[in-house]
T-cell receptor, first 110, second 114 residues
Framework: GIQVEQSPPDLILQEGANSTLRCNFS?????LQWFHQNPWGQLINLFY???GTKQNGRLSATTVATERYSLLYISSSQTTDSGVYFC????????????FGQGTRLTINP | ETGVTQTPRHLVMGMTNKKSLKCEQHLGHNAMYWYKQSAKKPLELMFVYSLEERVENNSVPSRFSPECPNSSHLFLHLHTLQPEDSALYLC?????????????FGPGTRLLVL
């Protein structure tokens, strides 16, 4: 099946720093979503981005489907950005079966 | 608030107990999902229902029994669980089961099996 790899696995930054999280996937996809999981377990949708670039405030994401990767950018980090960021893809083979990466654990220190 | 609610939020049960997890979505969606999130492992899809019919069962042991009485409600009935079943159980919904649909997640039920 499709493989989803996220890097780095852990990232510790000071408040105000910028960061880039990467998601590589091994096969063609219909769908790619980025999620933020807060310390209480809630998964929040950040972006639905099978291709192209989107921006929402301090966050933006770019997916280059032909090269099978996506990037999540966080600018001017705040302590509330801490948590685990997941990339999930829906392979073309296996519609609507979201396959999740292992996540990047982001810690923003004041 | 994603429009998907789950109860209870926390559950401790013995291996001989029977309990049920409940999920409700207020988004008018037609597809609902159960996922399991264990420590150190990616989220794993367990079951998918589309229009109240089960369309996916990802080799889940029979001690987990899903039920979807209508498109807004999804249950996961638990019986004779094992300690390794302790995990965060997440429910999600999407508009349809046609590919390319955004999934919205509930807050999860954190389950501990003693």
């Amino acid at each position: 099946g499709i493989q989803v790899e996220q890097s780095p696995p852990d990232l510790i930054l000071q408040e105000g720093a910028n960061s880039t999280l990467r998601c590589n996937f091994s096969d063609s996809v219909n769908n790619l979503q980025w999620f933020h999981q807060n310390p209480w377990g809630q998964l929040i949708n950040l972006f639905y981005i099978p291709s192209g670039t989107k921006q929402n405030g301090r966050l933006s994401a770019t997916t280059v489907a032909t090269e099978r990767y996506s990037l999540l950018y966080i600018s001017s980090s705040q302590t509330t950005d801490s948590g685990v960021y997941f990339c999930a893809v829906e392979p073309v083979q296996g519609a609507q079966k979201l396959v999740f990466g292992q996540g990047t654990r982001l810690t923003i220190n004041p | 608030e994603t429009g998907v609610t789950q109860t209870p939020r926390h559950l401790v049960m013995g291996m001989t107990n029977k309990k049920s997890l409940k999920c409700e979505q207020h988004l008018g969606h037609n597809a609902m999902y159960w996922y399991k999130q264990s420590a150190k492992k990616p989220l794993e899809l367990m079951f998918v229902y589309s229009l109240e019919e089960r369309v996916e069962n990802n080799s889940v042991p029979s001690r987990f029994s899903p039920e979807c009485p209508n498109s807004s409600h999804l249950f996961l009935h638990l019986h004779t669980l094992q300690p390794e079943d302790s995990a965060l159980y997440l429910c999600a919904s999407s508009r349809g089961y046609n590919g390319g649909e955004t999934q919205y997640f509930g807050p999860g039920t954190r389950l501990l099996v003693l």
